[in-house]
């Protein structure tokens, strides 16, 4: 059905985002004012009749789809190469610490177990020159 819109319109996001955008304001007009043409009698002589009223009522619904389509297409694009559950990932959270620290913050692990899972985790994050040394560096909050 939407054939001919896909063929002429580019297949890049912007024009396409844009003629969507285009299509379903002026769409959307055409069709209220088609429909209130087929019962409003004033209004019914600017067209030629009912067939007339008709025709630009399907001609503004096909706007408005024709538009709806383009945009959807857009919005399809924009989400595909981004997974749903990694989508809102953050990248600090990955780290063991920061983790830990949120546990900790939802009261999921205690003042105690927080102390010694801290312990081990920055023991096993210690640079290689500070085991040579002998120093210590620990995550002060």
Known sequence: MFGPVDRYVPDAPR???VVGAALVTFGVPVTLYAFFALWWPI?????VG???SVLVLLA???????GNHLLKDVAERATAGK?????GADP?????VSTLRQQ??????DEAEFERKLASLTDLEEPADAVETGTRQTIRE
Not at 83 to 87: C, E, N, Q, T, Y
Not at 92 to 96: E, K
Not at 104 to 109: F, Q
């Open 15 to 17: 024009p396409r985002l």
């Open 43 to 47: 209004q019914m002589w600017l067209y």
């Open 50 to 52: 009912r067939l007339g």
């Open 60 to 66: 503004g619904l096909f706007t408005v789809a024709a």
């Open 83 to 87: 997974p749903a559950d990694d989508a």
């Open 92 to 96: 600090v959270a990955a780290d063991p």
């Open 104 to 109: 900790y913050a939802a009261g999921e692990v």
